[in-house]
């Protein structure tokens, strides 16, 4: 029997946690400040556009940073409508979503390659050597990412304020804490990791553009943040729990006897996020004011 | 408001104050939409087309003649249905984002009708009753999984989408698949597709089935007891709760209803649109059926008879946009954008108030600079 596939499986599970787990790292920041932002999935979409974009005018950095910029930009968009605009969030979500998707296929057909833009090849990110095979180096950074964050939330002050803002913002707002803009700050970091995460699968896994690139992550980031109840830590765990089942379906897809047909084989990372998410309600708490505006009285 | 003013408000100002109030929400929808046409306008300009061309051929396309018309209404007629499965569950205080992969499971149900030989218009009905089980039977997923684990509806429905995505493909591609064209279903037999209204254009009897399904939920949300205990669910649960209405009861039956029109969605879109009535490989006339429903339902207050009124300015976009992109060669998806826009703009409650605010500091802003410039 030859195990090598397990190195394989290892490889692509760690690629495909990467955008999971940044995404759902950032929307626990939000969260923890009290915005539940559903337009994760058009953020990733449009800053994989911007990052293949920035990407071939100015490398693999400029492709990075043009996809946090977007990310920033979209979020902060989002928050200013649901925070001083009192918006509601669902609604702003499902809107971002509606836009980036004609947006991306909008951008695509200008670009000249409905359907599938392919990024030139030095401006993709280069990977590095491992004895497990080609790494993108941005998969460190999503395994650092949580860490540090988690490091944020539960031992510095302004961790503290975040959680205030979504628990009891009226106390906040009383301490002084100005709780619309704490808001909007944390859910623009969100809109930044969602958007490094966009850039990082068109220029550093994929090296292409589709118009649903996305693929639902957005979403699965969702369910990642409900399975972590608000942890980065688990969020990371949950990003690799996605990644492990779409590496296996990737492999299963390649074998040679075809023991299942594509199409189910393409629906296990989905039964997976619902049954995880099923499993994970109960014992998780979220904040107490979370996806309501906050309004002075 | 209205409950306030009873007793000794004269008529006539009764009248007034409701007609003000009943206006608002039409007003706001008009300026959402015009802020989605002006930021697709401004977009246009920066991709380097030229938006007033643009929009003259969409709005001859959509609206210049009875041709137009019966093209916008008939793109139209499946989005009355999935906006009503988006509006049913937000009477019921839930976002249901699955009305998409519904229409996918309900036009591939209605496709096996071509496997049976009935008589006559019964193959048409069985077709009706089929698409709108299966789009009800893939609602209760995350129905079962809401009411039993508390699964957020966002997620769970999104991923019965992908999930609906794939299997359709597969039901495409292996089961319902055309044995002479491998690339589309069976097509549905001529006694199970709807008439063609308008010759010469799409716009079928299909329409009188979704006007219809509109009517039937407005009589049961808003004339039926259990009508009444979903809006009541849905505008304060816990009041609702502590009137003895049973939460569990109402978002099941929220849920189901809207499984019934996405499904019936599906069903017009197999059954009554002319060339194909089959489902083509890839699902080109299914995508997006479901998330177009949703701008609709914003832009029609989610209410049935506003939504009608919306799927036809969507649909109009739809049909309008195939002309701009003929005539003015912007691209189809600009469309989407616009739509995109628009529901951002709708989720803006004080829309009215924001540009009130907008246009005071404008005007003071405006005095400021007088001041100076007299100074």
């Keep these: ?297 | 408001m209205s409950q306030e003013l009873t007793g000794s408000v004269p008529r006539k100002e009764k009248f007034v104050h409701r007609t003000l109030t009943g206006l608002n929400p039409a007003i706001e929808s008009l300026l959402a939409a015009a802020v989605g046409l002006i930021i697709g306008a401004i977009l246009m300009l920066v991709w380097g087309y030229n938006p007033w061309k643009a929009y003259v051929a969409l709005f001859q396309g959509a609206y210049g003649d009875s041709y137009g018309w019966a093209s916008s209404a008939a793109s139209g007629v499946p989005l009355i249905l999935t906006a009503l499965t988006f509006s049913i569950c937000v009477r019921a205080g839930m976002f249901n984002i699955g009305a998409e992969g519904q229409v996918y499971i309900g036009a591939a149900a209605a496709v096996t009708v071509g496997y049976f030989v009935l008589p006559g218009g019964l193959n048409l009905i069985v077709g009706l009753i089929f698409a709108m089980i299966g789009g009800a039977l893939w609602s209760l997923g995350p129905a079962i999984l809401k009411l039993t684990r508390g699964v957020n509806e966002v997620i769970s429905t999104i991923m019965f989408n992908w999930i609906a995505r794939f299997l359709t493909f597969y039901l495409v591609a292996f089961v319902l698949v055309d044995p002479v064209r491998g690339e589309k279903t069976i097509s549905i037999p001529v006694s199970a597709r709807f008439p063609v209204l308008v010759r010469g254009t799409d716009l079928s009897w299909s329409i009188f089935a979704a006007v219809a399904f509109a009517i039937v939920i407005y009589f049961v949300l808003w004339h039926t007891v259990i009508g009444y205990e979903v809006r009541a669910a849905g505008l304060n649960p816990s009041a609702a709760r502590y009137g003895g209405i049973k939460s569990k009861r109402t978002m099941l039956l929220a849920f189901i209803l809207g499984g019934l029109g996405a499904g019936l969605a599906g069903a017009t879109i197999v059954m009554g649109n002319p060339p194909t009535y089959a489902i083509i490989s890839g699902l080109p006339q299914l995508m997006n059926t479901g998330f177009d429903g949703m701008a609709v339902a914003m832009v029609g207050r989610n209410h049935p008879i506003g939504i009608i009124f919306a799927s036809l300015f969507f649909g109009g976009l739809t049909a309008g946009g195939r002309t701009m992109q003929f005539t003015a060669g912007v691209p189809l998806e600009m469309v989407r954008v616009v739509e995109g826009v628009i529901v951002l703009t709708m989720a803006i409650p004080e829309l009215i108030r924001v540009f009130r605010v907008m246009r005071s500091s404008w005007s003071t802003l405006m005095n400021v600079l007088k001041r100076r410039r007299s100074a």
């Design chain 1, 1 to 297: 029997m030859n195990w090598s596939f397990l190195t394989d499986l290892l490889r692509i599970s760690l690629h495909a946690m990467v955008p999971i787990t940044l995404t759902a790292v950032g929307e626990i920041v939000g969260e923890t400040a009290g915005l539940f932002n559903i337009g994760l999935e058009g953020i990733i979409l449009v800053s994989a556009l911007a990052g293949a974009l920035g990407a071939e005018m100015g490398g693999p950095i400029v492709g990075l940073l043009a996809g946090m910029l977007a990310g920033a930009l979209i979020s902060l968009t989002f928050s200013v409508i649901n925070t001083y605009w009192k918006g509601d969030q669902m609604i702003t979500g499902i809107g971002i979503n509606l836009f980036a998707a004609g947006f991306v296929a909008f951008g695509l057909i200008k670009l000249g390659s409905p359907g599938f833009y392919a990024v030139a090849r030095t401006a993709q990110i280069a990977k590095l050597r491992t004895p497990i095979g080609a790494l993108s180096p941005l998969i460190f950074v999503a395994l650092v990412v949580p860490f540090i964050v988690y490091w944020f939330l539960k031992r510095t002050r302004a961790g503290l304020i975040l959680k205030a803002a979504g628990e009891n913002p009226e106390a906040a707002d009383v301490a002084g804490i100005n709780v619309n803009l704490v808001r909007l700050l944390a859910t623009t970091f969100g809109g930044v990791l969602a958007g490094l995460g966009g850039a990082y699968m068109s220029i550093a896994w994929f090296g292409s553009v589709t118009k649903d690139i996305s693929a639902g992550r957005g979403f699965i980031a969702l369910a990642t943040v409900v399975f972590s109840g608000l942890n980065p830590l688990l969020a990371l765990l949950g990003g690799f729990i996605f990644g492990f089942f779409q590496s296996l379906a990737t492999w299963i897809k390649t074998l040679p006897s075809k023991p299942i047909p594509w199409q189910f084989v393409e629906m296990l990372p989905y039964i997976v996020t619902l049954l995880v998410v099923a499993g994970a309600i109960g014992r998780v708490r979220f904040p107490k004011e979370l996806g309501k505006p906050y309004k002075r009285e």
